[in-house]
């Protein structure tokens, strides 16, 4: 009943009462202690800092219990939902994780202000929203990726005769996967250079072959809901990595790689092209990090053989807890570190923001850096075709029985079509097992 | 009216069976069950469905487990066999040295202070392809042209791993054969020498049956070890690519945590702990045997 005065009295404020609901946050919760799991990481401090500020503010106080990172983190939650021992209020959620976590995490709608829901980018919101429910809070850690590019391999004159000479049209940064893997090949001149690269395992590869896949028409998993890649698109998809493979166009240990490798690659001078997250920008840039600073450039992510950009992305996020005996002071927190003050400060650091607001903002704040404001409008249209994973609680099981068979492909051993349909019989089973299909 | 009386070895024995039964056999039950079960760490209710001997047959008819399982058994008899050989020799060479024997014995156990974790950090830098130290001294040596994708290559990853588990655990053999050999007695061997026996026949005659009881415990040690290898492993390759490097507990990490299936992973736990008991049966009887032989030849 109360959930339901709540909802109904943030209804009433979205329909006229104007930004009253705002201005009841953080609201006032004296003596109330709010147990919190957060991702750890130097880079997230800055935004940890402001939790004193909302204590000030409530009177509550916060006690974070945990804090590791993304992926010991999720084991620590699922181990907590496997023994019952959820005894703690706000937790660090991940679109990609989010469909796991149904059982742990509460609907937020009812106990943030609609008004303020509005105030984040649409795509964001649905991306953070699992069967209708909104899980979590998306905060300024939004990834979707662009394809950075060594500028002077596009200005040089001698490469670009002999490019057109070879494939017949110009040498310009690439809009399609076709234009990049040609590129990318071209580029290349192994062991000392390398066309482009990609993180070859776990989550890794199967979102990037998920982004081509989309890019080029197909589907993950069809309208039924069984999986589907192993279609024409995936197949094409999948060539596009086999392909770069076998010209050795990118570096042999690439099936080992995960982002910090791809990072490091390309701030190494070593690479051509790097399709990879926002988070790199400013230390690509930066000539205490990298070898290719000032000579870097960013375009939005390519076109599959659709026609089509596609973004395969993902946010971090905050949630309460269902058990939490303080749901109001723990959405208020949760509100707190997504606000407009708190994405700008994250912004700030080099990060996207899931605020429309703070977007405006952090261009603004971009004008006098062309640089930055080129990254910042790049991904902000790469943003526009972002979608996060498949909303299934076993997405990151089915990515485990896929990427092994997308790394055979790769490294020879199947064909595209043999490894795809392996892939796909198995991901069938895993929904099966879990009662989908 | 007095009630039954317990005894007081059993009382006094007490505190041991409860502690015993709470750290070891309770949870060594629950698991049990739990892999009859269609457990899955993030719906804690399916602990309560009971699915039978389906995730053991599940397992026993999955092809990719018996090829862990297979990978686990070269990896455990090669890098037993090459880490007794290593210790043995390790040791044979410091038990000569006239000087300096303390130091080179602490120097030797410098490999087991590193954390397991470390050592794959370490050896995956070494064999990476791109900056790694090995291909870049090949390139150097003009022994190869191109890199070599060490940690790709199924062989080439296998080896590596093997490499890594050997220059970490070797110093236990070494270690505990040296041992054995300092508490040789020496009328044996002068009575070898005096028969006129060569010094491969002093060796093989006289220490290597003396010292034999102390590698059999070394392998007893570290087939337990190797059989549960997962840190390096999951840190240098963790198990791929394509599953070329997998073995039985990167399978099983995955399956519990990565895919939450706790009940299949301990279904694959318990018939992989088969093989630590198969082997340590085995390596016990050796031992008892190895025992036997002394005590009839001295």
């Known amino acids: ?437 | 009216m007095k009630g039954p009386r317990i005894s007081t070895p059993l009382l006094l024995l007490m505190p041991a069976v409860l502690v015993l039964c709470a750290v070891v056999v309770l949870p060594l039950l629950l698991s049990l069950y739990s892999s009859f079960t269609a457990f899955r760490l993030t719906r804690p209710e399916s602990i309560w469905i009971w699915i039978s001997f389906r995730n053991y047959e599940n397992t026993l008819t999955d092809y990719v487990f018996w090829v862990a399982f297979g990978r686990t058994v070269l990896l455990l008899t090669l890098a037993l066999n090459l880490e007794m050989l290593f210790g043995l020799g390790l040791a044979l060479l410091i038990e000569k040295a006239s000087r300096g024997q303390r130091v080179l014995r602490t120097l030797l156990m410098f490999p087991m202070m590193f954390s397991p974790i470390l050592v794959g950090f370490q050896f995956k830098f070494m064999f990476n392809d791109n900056v790694g130290l090995i291909n870049n001294a090949l390139q150097s040596l003009g022994i190869t042209q191109t890199p070599i994708p060490w940690l790709i290559d199924g062989g080439l990853a296998f080896f590596a791993i093997l490499v890594a588990e050997i220059w970490s655990s070797t110093s236990v053999f070494a270690i505990l054969i040296l041992a054995g050999l300092l508490s040789m007695p020496r009328e044996p061997l002068e009575a070898a020498k005096v028969d006129g026996c060569t010094p491969w026949q002093s060796f093989r005659y006289v220490t290597w049956p003396f010292v034999m009881p102390f590698a059999y415990i070394a392998m007893t040690i570290r087939s337990l070890d190797v059989a549960r290898a997962y840190d390096i492993v999951k840190i240098m390759t963790d198990g791929g690519p394509a599953r070329r490097t997998e073995l039985l507990w990167t399978l099983i990490g995955r399956t519990a945590y990565g895919d939450s299936k706790m009940g299949l992973a301990n279904a694959m736990a318990y018939i992989s702990i088969v093989l630590s008991i198969v082997f340590t049966v085995y390596f016990y009887r050796k031992l008892a045997a190895a025992r036997t032989q002394i005590a009839a030849e001295w």
């Open chain 1, 1 to 437: 009943m109360k959930r339901l005065m709540m909802f109904a009295s943030a209804a009433a404020l979205t329909a006229g009462i104007g930004s009253a609901g705002a201005a009841d946050l953080p609201g006032s919760f004296p003596g109330v202690t709010i147990d919190a799991k957060l991702i750890g990481g130097q880079q997230y401090e800055p935004l940890y800092a402001r939790i004193a500020e909302w204590e000030k503010l409530t009177g509550a106080k916060v006690n974070i219990v945990s804090k590791k990172n993304g992926f010991d983190l999720d084991k620590e939650l699922k181990s907590d939902i496997a023994a019952g021992a959820i005894s703690w209020c706000v937790g660090w959620n991940h679109t990609s994780f989010a469909p796991q976590y149904t059982s742990l995490y509460t609907d937020l709608t009812p106990l943030i202000p609609a008004d303020e829901i509005t105030k984040f980018v649409p795509a964001n919101i649905k991306a953070s929203t699992v069967g209708g429910q909104l899980t979590m809070l998306p905060r300024s850690q939004f990834d979707v990726s662009a394809l950075y590019y060594q500028k002077s391999n596009y200005t040089d004159d001698a490469k670009k005769t002999a490019f057109k000479a070879k494939y017949g049209y110009d040498l310009a940064p690439p809009k399609t996967f076709k234009e990049f893997g040609d590129q990318a090949i071209f580029f290349a001149n192994p062991p000392n250079f390398y066309g482009t690269q990609f993180v070859g395992k776990e989550e890794g590869i199967t979102g990037r072959f998920y982004e081509i896949l989309r890019a080029n028409g197909g589907e993950f998993i069809d309208a039924k809901g069984k999986p589907a890649f192993n279609s024409d698109a995936g197949v094409a998809a999948l060539d596009w990595f086999v392909n770069l493979y076998k010209a050795k166009a990118v570096p042999a240990g690439t099936t080992n790689y995960l982002w910090d490798d791809l990072g490091q690659g390309f701030a190494s001078g070593t690479i051509a092209l790097n399709l990879d997250w926002p988070g790199w920008a400013t230390f690509f840039n930066d000539p205490k990090s990298s070898k290719v600073s000032g000579n870097v450039g960013v375009v939005v992510q390519p076109m599959g053989t659709a026609g089509k950009h596609a973004g395969w992305s993902g946010s971090h996020g905050f949630s309460v807890t269902q058990a939490c005996a303080h749901k109001d002071a723990a959405a208020s927190l949760v509100w707190w570190l997504t606000n407009d003050d708190s994405q700008k400060i994250e912004a700030a650091n080099g990060s996207l923001p899931t605020r429309i607001a703070v977007w405006d903002w952090d261009i603004q704040q971009a004008a006098s850096d062309p640089y930055k404001k080129e990254v910042l409008t790049t991904f902000q249209e790469a943003g526009k075709y972002a979608f996060p994973v498949p909303p299934l609680a076993e997405w990151i099981e089915i990515s485990n029985v896929v990427y092994p068979e997308l790394q055979a492909a790769i490294l020879g051993d199947k064909t595209s079509k043999q490894a795809l349909d392996t892939a796909v019989d198995k991901a069938t089973k895993v929904l099966q097992d879990a009662g989908k299909l």
